[in-house]
């Protein structure tokens, strides 16, 4: 139940009965108006600014619309009254056995507080991770990995229809480094002096073991041989091996794709020259001469006449090429070629979570979407900044595994996966991060991923106690929403009711942005709110969880924090973490 969604529509049942006898006209569009908390808790527990959004659609000024407005609110039921403050907006107060009945809402939820069908089970695809096959994943591609796992599972609790996709980047250049790397290794791993790594080549440990695989599989077979005879199959083998790691990292922080899409199943089935025998019959193709880019030329850029997509038709700076002067595919035509794929798959929504070094990308795949989709496909790519990893507020440096970066293994193994995908959710996916080792495994409200753990495992504690304070006690959830809520009337525990009472209003509202770190904050604040109430009990014995000689009291408090816990579990399960019962 989503008490705001609840109100929302008693407000727009007033709307419609004051257009039917005036003064409004029938005909109102209510698509600006806001229902929230107000910003200062002492102005009641919903605000509006309904007033403002009718003004010039009813020609009215926007505190007679208010007045009018509020001198109904109090035929709703559960409304205690409605206030007008400011320009227009409206407060609206609830009756306490509004608030208070809340807690046995959440309960008889089982778990499932906050659900809501508000994606209307459309197919969203979230691309996440895609990180080329050449090596172990780093911690920028932790960051993106965590964003998108999170996202997905965010979308699904809001009810969308989502599949989680890899693509793997199995057909460029960078596959053929990779193979030679590997080769190299497999020489070494039948004896020969290799010497120090060549530049252009990956250095890194991990192709240790695969280049003994590979001498394991073909033994002499390939020593010696010319590159041209060799580098099909080790290519394929050497892909296959990083990909069995990257799963293999990627499992380490429990995330799992529904799909691996491979880029190079593009071109060995011809789908390229169909995604762009589809832009061609919309005319969005010729052949041209690009003018030289500023900066660093791009790999596929020549200065000779290409075969061109239309981009600027989409509000593109320049158009981009799709197919080089030997008849090659670019790396864009690729990328057409797969995000059309997505579309014929029936999905009407993409959404590609990339590093921030792509910004520059975004336009021409978004511009090629519209195109192909005729505007009915949306495509949502989010860029996540790098992280900056320290030691005490000291950088932290580079792994010997990897060659040249700190990988995301070395960052789980130290201090373990909830720490990692928490802290990593803690800032919006745009925005720079510090990820500093000392900081983020300390005991202390200061580490926010401790602090709602705590939370968590105190109600547990808390329960477990009071189970054996009151052995006949029927703890269950259907048992405590029966509780007397008329207890709490203290301004923490309504408090923390109210806090509670946004949960499904702040996971619509996180969903609909594609931003997961509000579930992070969310949680944060509610763990507070939870420990001040848990801290004011201590100077007042009444506020206490567990009153020994108040049976029904202290069933109304288990109430009260099991709601806690479900809400706390939620969140938790949306950014992958584990909710601990003991700390």
């Known amino acids: 139940m989503n008490i705001f969604d609840t109100y929302a529509g008693a407000l727009k049942d007033i709307i419609t009965r004051l257009g039917e006898v005036g003064p409004f006209p029938k005909a109102i569009d209510l698509s600006n108006v806001t229902i929230e908390p107000p910003r200062d808790a002492s102005h009641g527990d919903i605000s509006t600014n309904i007033a403002l959004v009718l003004t010039k ?7 007679d619309i208010a007045d009018l407005v509020a001198a109904e609110l109090g035929k709703i039921d559960g409304v205690d009254r409605g206030d007008v403050a400011g320009p227009g907006f409206i407060n609206i107060s609830l009756k306490a056995n509004v608030i208070q009945s809340q807690v046995a809402n959440i309960l008889k939820a089982d778990g499932q507080y906050g659900r809501s069908d508000v994606g209307n089970q459309e ?4 691309e996440y991770v895609s990180v080329n096959p050449t090596g172990p994943l780093h911690v920028g591609h932790c960051r993106g990995a965590i964003f998108g796992d999170a996202l997905a599972s965010l979308l699904d609790y809001t009810g969308y229809d989502v599949a989680r996709e890899y693509y793997i980047n199995d057909a460029g250049g960078q596959i053929d480094v990779l193979a030679r790397s590997a080769y190299l290794r497999y020489a070494e791993a039948l004896g020969q002096d290799i010497g120090e790594i060549p530049e252009g080549l990956y250095p890194g440990d991990y192709l240790i073991p695969v280049g003994k695989a590979l001498a394991d599989k073909y033994g002499e077979k390939w020593l010696d041989k010319m590159e041209s005879e060799w580098i099909l199959p080790i290519r394929k083998f050497a892909t296959d091996a990083m990909m069995d790691m990257i799963r293999a990292d990627l499992e380490t922080l429990a995330i799992k794709h529904d799909v691996f899409f491979s880029e190079l199943t593009l071109h060995d089935s011809g789908k390229i020259q169909v995604a762009l025998d589809k832009l061609e019959a919309k005319g969005l193709l ?10 660093t030329k791009p790999d596929d850029w020549e200065m000779r006449p290409q075969t ?4 600027t038709d989409f509000g593109d700076d320049v158009d981009r090429a799709v197919q080089k002067s030997d008849g090659s595919w670019t790396y864009f035509a690729a990328d057409v070629a797969y995000h059309y794929d997505k579309m014929e798959r029936g999905f009407t929504s993409l959404i590609d979570v990339w590093g921030a070094d792509h910004g520059g990308y975004v336009k021409r795949v978004e511009s090629v979407i519209e195109a192909l989709s005729d505007g009915k496909v949306s495509l949502d790519v989010r860029l996540c900044q790098m992280v900056k990893l320290l030691r005490d507020g000291t950088p932290v440096k580079m792994s010997k595994r990897s060659g ?7 960052i789980v193994d130290e201090v373990g996966k909830d720490v990692v995908r928490f802290i990593m959710l803690t800032r919006k996916n745009d925005a720079s991060l510090d990820f500093d080792f000392a900081r983020v495994t300390e005991q202390s409200k200061d ?11 105190r109600v547990h504690s808390v329960l477990r106690k009071a189970q054996a304070a009151f052995p006949a006690l029927d703890m269950s959830k ?9 207890v709490f009337t203290d301004s923490s525990e309504l408090s923390l009711i109210r806090n509670m009472m946004n949960w499904p209003r702040f996971v619509k509202s996180a969903a609909l942005a594609r931003e997961p770190h509000r579930i992070a904050y969310y949680l944060y604040e509610l763990a507070s709110e939870f420990h001040a109430l848990w801290n004011k009990g201590n100077d007042n014995l009444d506020l206490r969880f567990i009153i020994e000689d108040d049976i029904e009291k202290t069933r109304a408090r288990l109430a009260l924090i099991s709601a806690v816990r479900d809400i706390i579990a939620s969140g938790l399960n949306i950014l992958g973490v584990e909710p601990v019962t003991e700390m």
């Open 404 to 410: 040249s970066f700190i990988t995301m293994r070395d």
């Open 57 to 63: 659609q009813a020609r009215m000024k926007p505190r």
């Open 478 to 486: 259907d048992s405590l929403a029966e509780a007397r809520m008329s």
């Open 447 to 457: 580490n926010p991923v401790f602090y709602v753990q705590y939370a968590h495992a």
């Open 308 to 311: 061109l997509f239309k981009s």
């Open 286 to 295: 010729y052949t041209g001469v690009l003018e030289p880019p500023k900066g």
């Open 123 to 126: 197919k969203v695809n979230v």
